[in-house]
Structure formats: structure tokens, C-alpha cells
């Protein structure tokens, strides 16, 4: 009986995670005619024990709530839980109905429950802690919170790294080791560019929100006091430009870390000979990176953290190079000079320079236009247009205009009153 009852749990496990939950529903029915007696009559529900009891309301719960039959899935659910306290080593069948029915705060009060015994235990490293990890790390993704998914993902990759070191003994696991290994540094990598990427958003969010209240804040004070506007105005272009010129040289210094970090945890290539093992170890190996192999949200992460990565390459050579300081520099030209799809072209500058490639490179313009001013107060406005790489003069005053608020004229005006005032202290 209790053989029997393994055999089709694994079954349905199996049917849940490729999505066939009409076959998996049949099992379930199979499965309570185990216990029907050969007279025909449904033995006791109790003769089954509470632990397979346990698992069938899981199951049932979790068929059911994908076929919309949520009213029952909700009532075995609430069975599953008047069995909470038996064998909750199984409480694991029931996350995909959680997940489902988005009761993420349940998923992290009963895997942190069971994750705290198990430390109390000192049992920690076993593949029942890497079904919390994973469950904990799922929930706080789908609510949002990515800092503490990461943490647990990290620390999913870390566990199911300690289980794979102590169970790989033997030579004939030794492809499968790399592999492995490989795809859990990425994962880790993937993870900590992710969180660095979130933290510079929320940083360049909260520097641009305060910006625009100093901004709007000067423009209500603009029409009773020029004088001060500007000087003022003079201020957050340069707070602007040197929070700017930090940001670019941090991500120079992230570019150059990256690189030797990748230089140093780059695998070894497997020897070619060894490529020709047996189609049984091949199977082997399939089915176990099959069971690693990312979700589809995985997957799309995956693609996002590339994208990103070629950002900041194409960004890195712009800004060295001083490409922008090209009048002609056009998307062609860039691609001659670094291969991007064409299809990815727009999408990549409209994600993550949140404009245009043509506004973007104007934006540097004129930027590099606010330190000439500085720098050479006897240029021209027309010498300093021409100088970085504007058409038209006319241009030049509209675009300074739109992104600093104030055209080039009446920011050199600020300069020598900041100067002046600077002096008389």
C-alpha cells in the first residue's frame, strides 16, 4: 500500500509540473480506488494514514485550482490544513496551489517555520532545505521584493552547491560537476548585476525626483528673481554634471571589475576526447541539468542582464571615445564600430537611457557644452556649438534650453554672478 502510494504521488508530481492536470486529476481518482475494498466498498479515509491523507489534499488542491475548480481546490486546502502538524516534510506539495492563488504570505510563514526547525536541528544542508529556499525565494519575487528573492536564490544556489560537493564522489559525475558549477556562478553573477542594477535605479530615481523638486521649485521662483534663478540653476547643472561624472566612473570601475572577474571564473574547456561518453551517462546528464534548467522568467532575466551588459559597452565606448563630439555620429556609424542588432538597437536606449539614441547623444553634447562654458568664458556660443558637435548654433540654444532650463547665454551670466559673489566673500 505504501509502495503504491509513492508510486503515484511521483506520478502526480511529475503531471503537475508539465501543466497536464486533466491526466493528473485521473491519477488522483486512481489513487482513492487503491483503497476501495474488493466487496466495493470505500474503505475508511483513516486506514490511509494522515501522511498520504496529507499529500492527496495537496494534490487535489493544487489539480483543481489549475482546472478552475476553485471552490474545491479551496476546501481541500483547508483539509491540508487541519493536517498541518503531520509529516510537514510534504508541506512542499502544496506551494504550486499557494503560488497559484497568490498567498505568498502564507508560502513564507509555513517554509520560515520549517526552515527555522530545521536549523534548530542542525539539518540544513539536504535537497527538503532547498524546496523552502526555492519557495521562499519564489514568493518574495511575486510580491515584489526582489533584494530578499536574490538573497534566498543565492542562497539556494549555495545549498544545492554544498549537496552536489559532499554526494559527487566519483569520477563518472565529473562532467556534470562543471556544468554545474558553471551554471551556479552564473546564476550568482546574474543575481549580484541584477541587485547592483536595481540599487543605481533607485539611486538615479531618488536623484532625479529631488532634482525636479529643486527645478520646480526655481521655476515658481523664476519671474520674481532672475538674478537668483540663474545663479541657482548655474548650482544644480553642476551638482548634475559631477553626479554624472561619478556615475560614469563608477560604471568604469564595475566594467573593469567585471571583466577580471569573469577572467578569473572562466571554466575549464573539457578536453575533446572526453566528449564521447555513453548514451546512458548522456541521458544522465540531460535529465540532471533538465532539473536545473530556468523558468522562463529565469530566462527573460537572463536576456535583460545581456541587454544591459551591451548597454553598458556601447555607453562606455561613446563617453571614451567621445563619440557624441562627432557632428556626423549617427546609430551607423556606432554599429561599424560596435556590433549591435538592429532590432535591439532603439529598444536598448529606450530601456536603459529612458530616451532616443539621438536625444541621448545630445544630452552628452550638451553636457560637454556646460564645461567649455566653464572652462572658456571667451569662446563663442556659435565656437562652443560647432565645438561639441552640434548642426546649428539655433539648436544648440533650443536643446540647452529644454534639458537645463535656461539657454547657454544666461548660464555663462550665472557663472560670472557665482564667480563675482565667490570673490567678494
Not at 501543466?19 to 466487496?39: P, S
Not at 536549523?119 to 519557495?135: L, V
Not at 536564490?153 to 560537476?177: G, H
Not at 544644480?236 to 554634471?241: F, M, N, S, V, Y
Request: charged share 30%; with cysteine; glycine share 4%.
Amino acid at each position: 500500500m505504501t509502495t503504491c502510494g509513492y508510486d503515484y504521488n511521483t506520478l502526480l508530481i511529475f503531471q503537475e509540473r508539465d501543466g497536464r492536470n486533466n491526466e493528473a486529476l485521473q491519477t488522483l481518482e486512481a489513487l482513492q480506488k487503491v483503497v476501495v475494498a474488493e466487496t466495493g466498498e470505500e474503505t475508511p479515509m483513516e486506514e490511509l494514514g494522515e501522511k498520504e491523507k496529507k499529500a492527496m489534499y495537496a494534490h487535489y488542491a493544487v489539480v483543481l485550482s489549475r482546472l478552475g475548480r476553485l471552490k474545491e481546490a479551496d476546501g481541500y486546502y483547508k483539509q491540508f490544513l487541519s493536517l498541518s502538524n503531520v509529516f510537514d516534510r510534504d508541506n512542499y506539495l502544496i506551494m504550486p496551489y499557494l503560488l497559484d492563488r497568490k498567498m505568498y504570505d502564507d508560502v513564507i510563514l509555513m517554509n520560515s517555520a520549517r526552515e527555522k526547525s530545521l536549523r534548530a536541528q542542525g539539518d540544513t544542508i539536504t535537497y527538503h532545505m532547498t524546496s523552502i529556499k526555492s519557495s521562499l525565494g519564489e514568493a518574495y519575487k511575486r510580491k515584489g521584493d526582489y533584494l530578499t528573492a536574490a538573497e534566498y536564490f543565492q542562497q539556494l544556489a549555495m545549498l544545492k552547491d554544498s549537496i552536489k560537493n559532499r554526494e559527487q564522489k566519483s569520477s563518472a559525475l565529473e562532467l556534470a560537476t562543471i556544468y554545474e558549477t558553471h551554471e551556479k556562478d552564473l546564476f550568482i553573477q546574474q543575481q549580484t548585476a541584477d541587485i547592483r542594477m536595481r540599487n543605481a535605479l533607485l539611486i538615479f530615481v531618488g536623484c532625479i525626483v529631488f532634482l525636479s523638486a529643486v527645478f520646480l521649485w526655481r521655476t515658481i521662483r523664476y519671474n520674481r528673481a532672475i538674478r537668483r534663478k540663474n545663479e541657482a540653476m548655474v548650482g544644480t547643472i553642476e551638482d548634475l554634471l559631477a553626479y554624472r561624472e561619478e556615475l560614469y566612473q563608477r560604471k568604469e570601475e564595475n566594467f573593469i571589475l567585471k571583466a577580471q572577474l569573469q577572467a578569473e571564473d572562466k571554466p575549464q574547456t573539457t578536453p575533446k576526447e572526453n566528449e564521447d561518453v555513453s548514451t546512458t551517462e548522456t541521458d544522465i546528464t540531460i535529465e540532471n541539468a533538465s532539473a536545473n534548467m530556468p523558468s522562463d522568467k529565469d530566462e527573460d532575466n537572463k536576456n535583460m542582464l545581456y541587454d544591459k551588459s551591451m548597454f553598458d559597452r556601447v555607453e562606455r565606448e561613446i563617453i571614451n571615445r567621445q563619440l557624441f563630439l562627432q557632428p556626423d555620429f549617427s546609430r551607423e556609424e556606432l554599429i561599424k564600430i560596435i556590433y549591435i542588432p538592429k532590432n535591439k538597437f532603439a529598444q536598448l536606449f529606450k530601456l536603459y537611457a529612458r530616451t532616443s539614441f539621438s536625444k541621448y547623444v545630445n544630452n552628452l553634447r550638451l553636457e560637454y557644452a556646460v564645461g567649455m562654458l566653464k572652462e572658456h568664458p571667451y569662446y563663442t556660443i556659435d565656437a562652443i556649438a560647432k565645438e561639441c558637435g552640434m548642426s546649428t548654433v539655433q539648436t544648440f540654444y533650443r536643446l540647452f534650453s529644454e534639458k537645463f532650463g535656461v539657454t547657454p547665454t544666461e548660464f555663462r551670466s550665472g557663472l560670472k554672478i557665482s564667480e563675482n559673489e565667490c570673490n567678494n566673500d
